[in-house]
Structure formats: structure tokens, C-alpha cells
């Protein structure tokens, strides 16, 4: 199924309504390269975003369905969170070249997606992200699927906005290290983004960093995986799983196991900060997460909860990418409430981390249950060139293999 | 003793009483309030403001009659769920059935069959997590026994228009009853007990009614939890860890708790101790607790017969103050608005807590207290107060209403009906939500483009839903297409009809 979907995606990206390549010049030397390309911006909005106005607009069909207090959690057949989209086709298309483009980081080692591959389900497949200059940063890379949905961000919830997420690690000296005047120097002096950022906000003479945060986010907003076997059976094709999995998911969301109570259908997480007492590696300090963005005792190690939208594809997991496997994530739960706290901490534990004694068997259902929540059909395609010329897949493993690339 | 000395004793007293009732410094007198007369309570629903309702229209779908299964000793409940279309009933017949049922389907009654006192039973014995799942709306489980489960006896994800009634429920671990996220449901008419959490547990939901239920030997009876327009009444409540509680549980993505009435209940000898899971919000609560609300507003406590609970008969407290609680930063701490109308409350408090005997300290009163307070309250008030021992609201208000009777119920007269969407547009959400994956107007993706499409299905739709269901590989430079089965056939009409008319 997997590789089957992958060769289809690699089989037919050429006519995705994306930045399109006019002029392809195969040199070495890829600043020169980039300065004889020409880059415009999609008039098409992403699949499953319907144009209205200049603007795109995310059509899904949980649609069909109410929520109570409008928070869009629970069961099967519930309407989703408010959420942001509304971008113009070229926003999100500028967005999403400045997600590949590593001009974006101080020494253009680093683009956002270094740290966000697609193919690893916009994590990095690391325990802890690596920023610019090699520095290793305290905490794993967290998906992007459906951040549209979120009100919060960063593992600690600092941010509550994309785009004030977005300032973290542009400029955080040990992420990307840029500055707002070098970003913008960078980019007015590009060959190509200001005639870009001109299509993308008409009007506007010269970039603005609001701009360059609206395009990443608008680019983030249309990361949309709602389309799974699991919502299929959410829909009401029951087929679409198997008994096992149909298993899987009783256990899941059975208040045994309980992990439906905070990765809450349909987005697989409620969004809510929970202290679940995850240990940091032998003789690392506990990291306080929440308890200093709320200068709370009371949230001390406390972490957002993760979607699990895709959650195959963006080990290890975790905070600290303490655990390899899913199972053993899974199994982290089931070895009881509190069991990894350190001697000496006092740690609030949210309540619904208890003893559930699940059988072996159980916590494989679960993980097989897991695995139907994945969808990757929405994945955008990776810009064979950005405007800078450098390469857009910086800092990806083996990416020397390009895969999902334009034209490929 | 002497004449003389006896009237001397007599015109002391007198004038004792005398100066009590006649207002000694410092003294206020007594406010008596009638609860016959006076304002009722109206701040409660109002169906015109809802949203949901509003945005659904007035259409509702009828329930078509449905068929009904019969479900005999020995088969399985399940097997028949998945049998079932909406509208259908499964009937239970007197037996005993290991089993873990789910209902991800609108409009299934399950209704067990009392014979001769023999229940359909469901007994998990020990081993199966929950007895019944439900997510569907318009979920009815009626009659049955259910016992020894790990996890709930009934459980709902966001169902709408649920109806609980006359099950009789022991021993399943957390929950007996609970409904979470849903809105318009009746909890009434259950027998309830064993459960190492709360009896009867309403989450996060809407316009609910838990009526006439006997809850015991749990930890707690009745809880309303982050839910708005509830009420309770009519339920005997006794020998549980904690009677009646109305709750904002933090870190919830649900944040309130308001329009509550607790009205007509026996809240009685709740002195269990407590058996709650470690670090369990209710494993917090003291043993002998009649009424507890955290957090919750506009909490309306009347005509309840609150006796023998040791540790007080009302508490009240903000997060702040409550223990086994964290914090929220999106949730407001305080129990706002509370109301405490007459009730019969005796015999409660006679065994507290150091911190409520700490807290009357402070207030230099001694005795057994009905009614505690700990925390910031605002906007709170009671009425004819000097009928119970209390500390912490001396400073509450006298209550401008007095009583609920108009207040009937919050259930809503009709469903909460389904978000009408009509066919066409349903065939363009499936369009825009599935098919544009694979799909453009003109370029080539993973498929070919909708122009070839439509060329060659221009006027025959029904054979483009064909294909759709049961697609066959066409072209050698496409990858073949995955089936569409799972859309229903109108669906896939629809898309059909959507695609071959799409201009871009």
C-alpha cells in the first residue's frame, strides 16, 4: 500500500499546480543556476482547498458534522476545530519555496524543512533537531500535519500563533540564526523573491517579515492528512478496517487504555498541555516543558499533546524522541502512572495516566490500529529549485537520492 | 431552687433571646425567606441562543421505523449492531453475553428483555475493558444488567440525543454511565454501584438530565463535568466516597462548567472511603462529602435531603484549593454564581477534616458544618442560612430567586438534528476532499486529468460512478486507481454528476 502510494506520488507530481519551472538550466554552480531560472507562483490552490475569491479554502468532510462547544473533539463523526486557511494560492506557494529554501537560515545550511521532511511526516527523524552549525537542540522536531487545527505550538506551547511560532526558530541563535534585518536583506537582495513576494501580496513594495511569516504559514496551513482508512470508517465505511484494527481502535479508545481521552478523534490530539511523565535520557535534567512558558509548578514536565496523524512516519517519539518504537511509546503508558519519574520530582500527572494493564496483545492492536491513521496523500511536492539556489533538501539524510521532487 | 430565683433566671433568658432576636451589636437578624414564593430560576437555557440549533435549521430527519433484532442466549450483540441500519432495534433476550459492543452508527436501540426478572446481562468478567461503546446519535440502551468490566459499562463519544435508562450496573471499573461530548441526553432510571470513579459521569456535554438513578459504594455518585444546562434530580445518592458533584476538570479542551441544578435528591450517608485510582481527580475528594462543586458556575443547589455525611453536606472550592487538581491557564479557577436554595441538610460534618475545622477556626465557629466554602467565590448566595452550620459564606449574598419550578428540563423538545447537507453538496465535498488528491482540471498528477475525464464521460455520470466503485486499469503511463467504494452509491453519483461539470 505504502509503495504503492509512493510510486504513484512519484509517477504523476509533474502536473501538480505548484511553482512552475519555466526554464531549466543544468549547470554546476547552483547560485548561477538559480539566477537563470524563472520562478512563478501557482494560481491553483492545493488539492482539497477550493478557491473563493483569491483565496483557498479546505474542504473536508468532516463537514458533515457538529461538535460540541464548536472545539471539534471526540468520536467518530465530529466537525473539526476552527481553523486557519483563506491564503491565496500564491502565498502558499511563496511559502512553500521559503520552507525549502535554506537562504532562511544565517549560514544557508538550514531551511524549515530540514528539521520538517515530508517524508519523515514533517519531523526529522531525530530525538533532537539539530540547528545551525550542527548545534544539538534540546527537543525533537514536532509534526506539522494539520497545525492548521492548533492554537498552540512548540512542545512547551510558548507560541499560540503559526506565525509567532514561526519567529522561534528563524531566530533562535541555535536553530536557524538568522536576524529580521539579515532575513530581509537576504531576500529583497535575491534575484527572485521580490518579484515573488510582489505576486504573493500585491501592493506591497518592498518584503515585510509579516509577509514571510504569513507565506510559511500559509504554506503550513494546507498540510492537511484527513483522509486515512480510519476516516473512511469514521465516515462509515466500516470495510476500510480490519477486525483487528476495528479491535485496535476499541482498545484505543476504551477507557482502559484511554488514549482517545487526550489524542482525541478526529485530529488525534485535543490540543491540551499534559504532564505524563516521559524520563529524559540517564543523567540528562528533566526538562520542565509548560512549567516555565506558565511559570506554573503545577505544569512542570508538562508537553503538548502530539497528533498522531501519520505517527508512523515521524519516529522516535516524544519530547526528547525517548522511545524508537511505537510500542515502545505505547508501552511507556502501560507500565504504569509515574513509573519513570525521577526520585525527588513532584510531578503533576495528568489523571488519565494510570496502571491500565493492557495485555501484550492489546498494545498491539493499538499499534496496529495506529498505522490506519496514516495519510500522506496531500503531501506537497518538494520545489526542485528554490530562489536561492541552494539546495532545498538541506540537511535531509541520503539526500543525495531525491525523492518527491518536481518533475522528477 | 426558689421562686425569686427561678424568674431571675427566667428575665435573663428573656432578655438573652430578646437581645438576639433584637439585633445584639454585631448581630444581624434573621432573614427568613419563603421558597413558595419568589423569583424562580431563569438564567438557565435558552434554545433561541443556541448555535448549533440555530445553524441547523428546523429540519429534522424523521427516524424511519426500523427493523428489529433478536438477539438470543448464546448469539452475539455485536454481530447484530453490524446487521443493523438506523432506526433498528436490537432486542436482548434474558442471557449472559461476554462482549465488548460498538455502535459507530446513528439510531440503534439496544433493549434488553426482562423476563421474570432475568436480565440480558453483559458480563465482562474482569477481563473486556467496556461493554458498550457508542459514538453514533440517537443511541438508546435500555434494561440491561452489566457487570465486572475493566473500563465503563456505557461509554459515548460525542452521540447526540442518548437515552440511558433502567440498567442495572456493577462493578466496571471507572465510569458506570458516561456520556462525553454529546448534547440532549436522558441518564435516568439506573441502579449503579462498584465503581472506582464516578457512578454516573456526564462529560463535556450538553442539555443532559440524570433523573431518578440509585447510585452506591462508589467512589463518586453523580458528576457533572466541563457541561453546560444540566440537571440532576430525583437520584438517591448514598455510600459513595463523594455524593454530587459539579466539576470543571482542568486540561480538558471543553473549559466550562455553568447552568447546573442539583434539586430533589437524597445525599445520603456518603462516608465510603475513598477507593479512587491514585491521582484520579475524585481520589481527592474527603470521605463524607454530600455535594462538591470545583470551579463549576451558576450551581443551583435545592430541595435536596443532604444527611450523615461526615466531612460536610455542600463544599465548595476553587482549583486553587482542591487537591489531585493541576492547572489550566484557559479555565477560570472559581466557582462563580453559586446558589443554595433550601435544603434539608442534618447530621452532616460531625466527622471533618482538619482543614474545614481549620478554616472555621477562622471564622471562630465550632460544630459540625452543613456547608464549606474554600477559595474565591464571586457572585454567590443562599438563602435562609442560619439554618446550617457554615463557614466561608457569611459574606454571600441573599439569593434574588428561589426556587427552579420554572425549570422543567433542558432536554431539547425535538433531536438535536443532523447538519442538513444537501446531495449536491455533498458530491462536492467528496470531489474537492478525496478526488483533487490525485486530480487536477488539466496538468497530470497522480491521475489523469478531470478535462480527459470529462471527455469521456461527458453525458453518462452513472457510468463514471461505476468506475469509481470498480475502477480497471486504463492507461500504461497511469498508476491503476484505487477503488471509491467507501462512498456510498449516492455519494459516488453525486461526485460523478460535480466532477464532470467542474470548470477548473
Redesign the interface.
Known amino acids: 500500500m505504502l509503495a504503492?502510494r509512493l510510486?504513484?506520488?512519484l509517477?504523476?507530481?509533474?502536473?501538480?499546480?505548484v511553482a512552475v519551472v519555466l526554464a531549466l538550466v543544468a549547470v554546476d554552480g547552483q547560485g548561477d543556476a538559480a539566477a537563470e531560472r524563472t520562478f512563478s507562483l501557482a494560481s491553483?490552490c492545493p488539492?482539497?482547498?477550493?478557491?473563493r475569491g483569491n483565496g483557498c479554502y479546505l474542504?473536508?468532510?468532516y463537514?458533515?458534522?457538529?461538535?460540541?462547544?464548536?472545539?471539534g473533539?471526540?468520536?467518530?463523526?465530529?466537525?473539526l476545530p476552527p481553523h486557519r486557511d483563506g491564503f491565496s494560492p500564491q502565498q502558499i506557494d511563496l511559502g512553500r519555496l521559503l520552507f525549502f529554501d535554506p537562504l532562511l537560515s544565517a549560514d544557508n545550511s538550514l531551511s524549515c524543512a530540514s528539521c520538517h521532511q515530508p517524508d519523515l511526516g514533517f519531523s526529522d527523524g531525530k530525538a533532537q533537531s539539530v540547528g545551525i552549525g550542527g548545534r544539538q537542540l534540546p527537543r525533537s522536531a514536532p509534526s506539522l500535519w494539520n497545525v492548521a487545527f492548533l492554537d498552540r505550538f512548540f512542545w512547551d506551547a510558548r507560541a499560540d500563533t503559526l506565525e509567532q511560532q514561526a519567529e522561534g526558530p528563524l531566530f533562535d541563535p541555535k536553530e536557524m540564526g538568522t536576524t529580521p534585518a539579515q532575513l530581509l536583506a537576504d531576500l529583497g537582495a535575491n534575484a527572485h523573491y521580490p518579484a515573488l513576494f510582489g505576486q504573493a501580496f500585491p501592493g506591497s513594495e518592498r518584503i515585510e517579515l509579516a509577509q514571510v511569516k504569513t507565506a510559511l504559514v500559509a504554506f503550513q496551513s494546507s498540510l492537511i492528512s484527513?483522509?486515512s482508512r480510519y476516516d473512511?470508517?469514521?465516515?462509515?465505511?466500516?470495510?476500510?478496517l480490519d477486525e483487528e484494527e476495528?479491535a485496535g481502535l476499541?482498545?484505543f479508545?476504551?477507557?482502559?487504555?484511554r488514549c482517545?481521552e487526550c489524542h482525541?478523534p478526529p485530529l488525534f490530539t485535543?490540543?491540551?498541555?499534559?504532564?505524563i511523565g516521559v524520563p529524559e535520557p540517564q543523567g540528562e535534567p528533566l526538562d520542565p516543558g509548560a512549567q516555565a512558558t506558565?511559570d506554573?509548578e503545577?505544569?512542570r514536565g508538562g508537553f503538548k499533546v502530539p497528533t498522531l496523524r501519520n505517527i508512523t512516519r515521524s519516529a522516535p517519539y516524544m519530547h526528547r524522541g525517548n522511545f524508537e518504537t511505537l510500542r515502545e511509546a505505547v508501552s511507556f503508558y502501560n507500565d504504569g502512572?509515574?513509573h519513570a519519574v525521577p526520585e525527588g520530582e513532584k510531578l503533576?500527572?495528568?489523571?488519565h495516566?494510570?496502571?491500565p494493564?493492557l495485555t501484550e496483545r492489546e498494545i498491539d492492536l493499538i499499534v496496529a490500529f495506529l498505522d490506519t491513521l496514516t495519510d500522506e496523500?496531500?503531501t506537497p511536492p518538494i520545489p526542485e529549485a528554490v530562489p536561492s539556489g541552494l539546495n532545498p533538501k538541506a540537511g535531509f539524510a541520503g539526500n543525495d537520492h531525491p525523492r518527491n521532487l518536481e518533475d522528477n | 431552687m426558689k421562686a425569686g430565683k427561678l424568674i431571675a433566671l427566667l428575665l435573663v433568658a428573656a432578655a438573652f433571646i430578646a437581645g438576639y432576636y433584637l439585633g445584639r451589636p454585631g448581630e444581624e437578624s434573621l432573614v427568613i425567606t419563603r421558597t413558595s414564593t419568589g423569583a424562580s430560576y431563569s438564567g438557565g437555557y435558552d434554545r433561541e441562543r443556541d448555535d448549533d440549533l440555530a445553524a441547523a435549521g428546523s429540519e429534522h430527519g424523521a427516524a424511519t421505523e426500523g427493523i428489529t433484532h433478536v438477539v438470543n442466549d448464546g448469539e452475539s450483540i455485536m454481530e447484530a449492531v453490524k446487521q443493523a441500519s438506523p432506526g433498528d432495534t436490537i432486542q436482548v433476550m434474558p442471557g449472559t453475553y461476554h462482549e465488548t459492543v460498538y455502535v459507530d452508527k446513528d439510531g440503534i436501540s439496544i433493549i434488553g428483555v426482562i423476563r421474570q426478572g432475568q436480565r440480558a446481562t453483559m458480563d465482562g468478567r474482569g477481563e473486556l475493558n467496556d461493554a458498550i461503546l457508542y459514538s453514533g446519535n440517537n443511541f438508546v440502551v435500555e434494561n440491561l444488567l452489566i457487570k465486572r468490566y475493566k473500563g465503563n459499562a456505557i461509554m459515548g463519544q460525542a452521540g447526540n440525543n442518548f437515552e440511558i435508562r433502567n440498567n442495572i450496573i456493577d462493578d466496571t471499573g471507572v465510569y458506570g454511565v458516561f456520556p462525553q461530548l454529546g448534547k440532549n441526553g436522558i441518564v435516568e432510571h439506573n441502579v449503579i454501584s462498584g465503581i472506582e470513579d464516578a457512578a454516573i459521569y456526564v462529560g463535556m456535554s450538553d442539555n443532559v438530565h440524570v433523573a431518578h438513578n440509585e447510585v452506591f459504594d462508589s467512589v463518586a455518585g453523580i458528576e457533572i463535568e466541563n457541561s453546560r444546562h444540566a440537571i440532576v434530580e430525583n437520584n438517591y445518592v448514598y455510600n459513595n466516597t463523594g455524593g454530587v458533584l459539579a466539576f470543571i476538570t482542568p486540561g480538558l479542551p471543553v473549559k466550562t462548567t455553568y447552568d447546573v441544578i442539583i434539586r430533589n435528591n437524597f445525599i445520603v450517608d456518603n462516608n465510603t472511603p475513598n477507593f479512587g485510582a491514585p491521582g484520579s481527580t475524585v481520589a481527592g475528594i474527603p470521605a463524607g462529602t454530600g455535594i462538591l462543586v470545583m470551579a463549576a458556575d451558576e450551581v443551583v443547589i435545592e430541595s435536596n435531603i443532604i444527611r450523615n455525611n461526615k466531612t460536610a453536606g455542600i463544599i465548595i472550592t476553587d482549583h486553587d484549593n482542591a487537591p489531585n487538581v493541576t492547572i489550566d491557564p484557559e479555565s477560570d479557577p472559581s466557582p462563580d454564581r453559586v446558589m443554595i436554595l433550601d435544603n434539608l441538610m442534618a447530621n452532616n460534618g460531625y466527622d471533618t477534616i482538619t482543614e474545614v475545622k481549620a478554616l472555621m477556626l477562622t471564622e471562630l465557629k465550632r460544630g459540625a458544618p452543613d456547608i464549606v466554602r474554600v477559595g474565591t467565590s464571586r457572585d454567590s448566595c443562599i438563602i435562609n442560612r442560619h439554618q446550617y452550620v457554615t463557614v466561608g459564606v457569611d459574606d454571600w449574598a441573599e439569593c434574588e430567586i428561589t426556587n427552579t419550578r420554572d425549570v422543567d428540563t433542558y432536554l431539547l423538545d425535538e433531536p438535536v438534528p443532523p447538519r442538513q447537507i444537501s446531495l449536491e453538496e455533498r458530491g462536492k465535498i467528496a470531489y474537492l476532499s478525496i478526488c483533487t488528491g490525485c486530480h487536477t482540471y488539466t496538468g497530470r498528477m497522480i491521475g489523469p486529468p478531470v478535462q480527459i475525464i470529462q471527455a469521456l464521460y461527458m453525458d453518462d455520470p452513472e457510468g463514471l460512478a461505476e468506475y469509481i466503485a470498480n475502477p480497471v486499469k486504463k492507461r500504461d503511463d497511469y498508476p491503476e486507481m484505487p477503488p471509491q467504494d467507501y462512498l456510498d452509491p449516492e455519494t459516488r453519483l453525486e461526485v460523478a454528476k460535480y466532477m464532470l461539470q467542474v470548470g477548473n
Request: proline share 3%; glycine share 8%; no cysteine.
Open positions: 504503492s510510486v504513484q506520488r509517477l504523476g507530481l509533474a502536473g501538480l499546480p491553483h488539492p482539497s482547498f477550493e478557491l474542504v473536508t468532510r463537514q458533515f458534522y457538529d461538535s460540541v462547544e464548536g472545539r473533539v471526540g468520536g467518530t463523526q465530529t466537525s484527513l483522509n473512511r470508517y469514521a465516515h462509515g465505511h466500516h470495510e476500510s476495528i476499541n482498545v479508545r476504551s477507557f482502559v487504555a482517545a482525541q485535543n490540543n491540551q498541555i499534559a504532564v506558565f506554573a503545577k505544569l502512572r509515574g503533576y500527572l495528568h489523571w495516566i494510570w496502571e494493564d496523500s496531500l
